[in-house]
Nanobody
Framework: QVQLVESGGGLVQAGGSLRLSCAAS????????MGWFRQAPGKERECVAS????????YYADSVKGRFTISRENAKNTVYLQMNSLKPEDTAVYYC?????????????????WGQGTQVTVSS
């Protein structure tokens, strides 16, 4: 049974920073790609960032490129999303997800496990 638990969300002013963490259960975390998604009210879920099993390949949505950084610590079964220069349009529930293979993907349908989500609110 794989469990993903996000933390680090909260309320921040525009221009501020937050770091999201996602702790995963299971001994094979290092074998699989991970992703961060977000969903704002009334909007579709979008892939914000994805990282391959060893961190060698990453993907960022155009809307966050240059501001967000995805990383992972396989020894701690944890993936991070560092979010800088936050904007009000970044407000959403952020979800961590794990694939069943090692390569990255941007479609939510390609992820097998999901966390419960953490709220990020950016005030103007």
């Amino acid at each position: 049974q794989v469990q993903l638990v996000e933390s680090g969300g909260g309320l921040v002013q525009a221009g501020g920073s937050l770091r999201l963490s996602c702790a995963a259960s299971g001994r094979t975390f290092s074998a699989y790609a991970m992703g961060w998604f977000r969903q704002a009210p009334g909007k579709e879920r979008e892939c914000v960032a994805s990282i391959s099993w060893n961190g060698g390949v990453t993907y960022y949505a155009d809307s966050v490129k240059g501001r967000f950084t995805i990383s992972r610590e396989n020894a701690k079964n944890t993936v991070y999303l560092q979010m800088n220069s936050l904007k009000p349009e970044d407000t959403a529930v952020y979800y961590c997800a794990r694939r069943a293979v090692s390569g990255i993907a941007t479609s939510g349908n390609e992820y097998a496990y999901w966390g419960q989500g953490t709220q990020v609110t950016v005030s103007s």
